[in-house]
C-alpha cells in the first residue's frame, strides 16, 4: 500500500485547504487511513480517520467543526478539510494506514505513511 499526499500550502488565518490521500497498491483487510499533524519540534497528533471498509469516521474533539475527514472510493482518495485555520495549525500533514479502526488515534496503530504536505497558516 503507498499513500501519497497533496494540496499542502501557504493560506491566511481563517482560511480553508482540503487536503488529498491517494491510496494505491493492496494490503490484507480494509485498512484505515488516517490524518496527523506534526507541528515543528513536536510529535505527530492524529486528527481524522474513517474505516476504508465500513466508511465509519472519527475526528479528534480538538477539531471537531473545524476539520472534516470524507473518501472518493472511484478515486481512492481520502481528503482532509480544514476551514478556519489558525495559525497553530501550521505543520506537515501526515496521511497514514493502518489495520485497526480505534480512537483516540495513536501513531503506533498506523504502520504505512505517505511523506506528508506541508500546511503553513499565516498573514
Known amino acids: 500500500l503507498q499513500l501519497v499526499e497533496s494540496g499542502g500550502g501557504s493560506v491566511e488565518p481563517g482560511g480553508s485547504l482540503t487536503l488529498s490521500c491517494v491510496v494505491s497498491g493492496r494490503t490484507a483487510g480494509e485498512p484505515v487511513i488516517g490524518w496527523f499533524r506534526q507541528r515543528p519540534g513536536e510529535e505527530r497528533v492524529g486528527i481524522s480517520c474513517i474505516s476504508t471498509g465500513s466508511g465509519r469516521t472519527f475526528t479528534a474533539e480538538s477539531m471537531e467543526g473545524r476539520f472534516s475527514i470524507s473518501r472518493d472510493t472511484v478515486e481512492n482518495t481520502v481528503y482532509l478539510h480544514m476551514n478556519s485555520l489558525k495559525p497553530e495549525d501550521t505543520g506537515v500533514y501526515y496521511c497514514?494506514?493502518?489495520?485497526?479502526?480505534?480512537?483516540?488515534?495513536?501513531?503506533?496503530?498506523?504502520?504505512?505513511w505517505g511523506q506528508g504536505t506541508q500546511v503553513t497558516v499565516s498573514t
Open positions: 497514514a494506514a493502518g489495520p485497526f479502526y480505534g480512537t483516540p488515534m495513536f501513531e503506533s496503530h498506523y504502520n504505512i
